[in-house]
Protein backbone atom coordinates (compact mmCIF):
# COMPACT_ATOMS: atom_id res chain seq x y z
CA UNK A 1 0.00 0.00 0.00
CA UNK A 2 3.01 2.35 0.78
CA UNK A 3 5.14 3.43 -2.07
CA UNK A 4 8.26 5.25 -2.43
CA UNK A 5 9.31 7.01 -5.39
CA UNK A 6 13.21 8.77 -5.16
CA UNK A 7 14.47 11.53 -7.12
CA UNK A 8 17.33 13.56 -7.55
CA UNK A 9 20.08 10.60 -8.58
CA UNK A 10 22.33 12.00 -11.33
CA UNK A 11 25.93 11.84 -12.37
CA UNK A 12 28.72 14.29 -10.80
CA UNK A 13 32.54 15.07 -10.46
CA UNK A 14 34.55 14.33 -7.12
CA UNK A 15 34.08 16.92 -4.78
CA UNK A 16 30.45 17.58 -5.91
CA UNK A 17 26.89 17.24 -4.29
CA UNK A 18 23.74 15.87 -4.48
CA UNK A 19 20.46 16.14 -3.02
CA UNK A 20 18.31 12.98 -2.79
CA UNK A 21 14.56 13.34 -2.06
CA UNK A 22 12.14 10.24 -1.56
CA UNK A 23 8.18 10.73 -1.15
CA UNK A 24 5.84 8.08 0.85
CA UNK A 25 2.35 7.79 -0.76
CA UNK A 26 -0.57 5.37 -0.67
CA UNK A 27 -1.36 4.31 2.58
CA UNK A 28 -0.02 5.42 5.69
CA UNK A 29 -0.68 5.43 9.29
CA UNK A 30 2.40 6.11 10.53
CA UNK A 31 5.73 5.89 9.41
CA UNK A 32 8.42 5.02 11.80
CA UNK A 33 12.14 5.06 10.80
CA UNK A 34 12.98 6.77 7.01
CA UNK A 35 16.52 5.84 5.62
CA UNK A 36 18.85 5.43 2.48
CA UNK A 37 20.58 2.27 1.28
CA UNK A 38 22.87 1.85 -1.55
CA UNK A 39 24.58 -1.06 -3.80
CA UNK A 40 27.17 -1.13 -5.98
CA UNK A 41 27.90 -3.91 -8.11
CA UNK A 42 29.33 -7.36 -6.84
CA UNK A 43 28.40 -5.55 -3.17
CA UNK A 44 25.53 -6.28 -0.79
CA UNK A 45 23.21 -3.64 -0.37
CA UNK A 46 24.14 -1.14 2.86
CA UNK A 47 22.75 1.14 5.22
CA UNK A 48 23.54 4.88 4.74
CA UNK A 49 22.21 7.26 6.82
CA UNK A 50 18.68 6.52 8.96
CA UNK A 51 16.29 8.68 10.56
CA UNK A 52 13.37 8.26 13.31
CA UNK A 53 10.27 10.07 13.29
CA UNK A 54 11.92 11.57 16.33
CA UNK A 55 14.80 12.93 14.26
CA UNK A 56 17.67 10.95 15.69
CA UNK A 57 19.82 10.10 12.81
CA UNK A 58 22.56 7.07 12.32
CA UNK A 59 24.91 7.31 9.30
CA UNK A 60 27.44 4.82 8.10
CA UNK A 61 31.14 5.53 8.94
CA UNK A 62 32.24 5.98 5.28
CA UNK A 63 29.58 9.14 4.85
CA UNK A 64 29.56 10.83 8.37
CA UNK A 65 30.47 14.39 8.06
CA UNK A 66 29.69 14.25 3.87
CA UNK A 67 25.88 13.23 4.12
CA UNK A 68 23.10 15.03 5.98
CA UNK A 69 19.71 12.88 6.08
CA UNK A 70 16.66 14.92 7.10
CA UNK A 71 12.82 14.63 6.45
CA UNK A 72 9.39 16.16 6.82
CA UNK A 73 7.39 13.96 8.80
CA UNK A 74 3.83 16.17 7.63
CA UNK A 75 5.26 15.46 4.31
CA UNK A 76 6.29 11.73 4.47
CA UNK A 77 9.75 12.63 2.74
CA UNK A 78 13.24 12.19 3.75
CA UNK A 79 16.12 14.06 1.75
CA UNK A 80 19.91 13.13 1.75
CA UNK A 81 22.52 15.90 1.25
CA UNK A 82 25.17 14.30 0.00
CA UNK A 83 28.56 16.75 0.00
CA UNK A 84 32.39 15.89 -1.28
CA UNK A 85 31.08 12.83 -3.50
CA UNK A 86 33.99 10.19 -4.09
CA UNK A 87 33.86 7.54 -6.94
CA UNK A 88 33.62 4.99 -4.10
CA UNK A 89 30.35 6.66 -3.47
CA UNK A 90 28.82 5.61 -6.92
CA UNK A 91 25.82 3.16 -6.35
CA UNK A 92 22.26 2.85 -6.75
CA UNK A 93 20.28 4.35 -3.68
CA UNK A 94 17.57 2.90 -2.49
CA UNK A 95 14.69 4.82 0.01
CA UNK A 96 13.62 2.70 3.02
CA UNK A 97 10.87 3.32 5.04
CA UNK A 98 9.36 0.95 8.13
CA UNK A 99 5.49 2.24 8.27
CA UNK A 100 2.52 1.09 9.72
CA UNK A 101 0.01 1.02 6.54
CA UNK A 102 -3.50 0.71 9.14
CA UNK A 103 -4.21 1.39 12.60
CA UNK A 104 -4.22 -2.22 13.18
CA UNK A 105 -1.84 -3.61 10.85
CA UNK A 106 1.94 -4.17 11.83
CA UNK A 107 5.04 -2.31 10.83
CA UNK A 108 6.92 -3.16 7.04
CA UNK A 109 9.93 -2.08 5.44
CA UNK A 110 9.06 -0.72 2.12
CA UNK A 111 11.73 0.16 -0.36
CA UNK A 112 11.63 2.33 -3.80
CA UNK A 113 13.00 1.31 -7.16
CA UNK A 114 16.46 2.81 -6.43
CA UNK A 115 18.37 6.02 -7.78
CA UNK A 116 21.89 5.90 -9.88
CA UNK A 117 24.36 7.89 -8.43
CA UNK A 118 27.33 7.77 -10.40
CA UNK A 119 30.61 9.78 -8.80
CA UNK A 120 33.65 10.27 -11.46
CA UNK A 121 37.28 10.81 -11.06
Known amino acids: QVRLVESGGGLVQAGGSLRLSCAAS????????MGWYRQAPGKQRELVAA???????NYADSVKGRFTISRDNAKNTVNLQMNSLKPEDTAVYYC???????????????WGHGTQVTVSS
Open 51 to 57: ITSGGNT
Open 96 to 110: NTRAKPTIVAPEYDY
Open 26 to 33: GSIFRINA
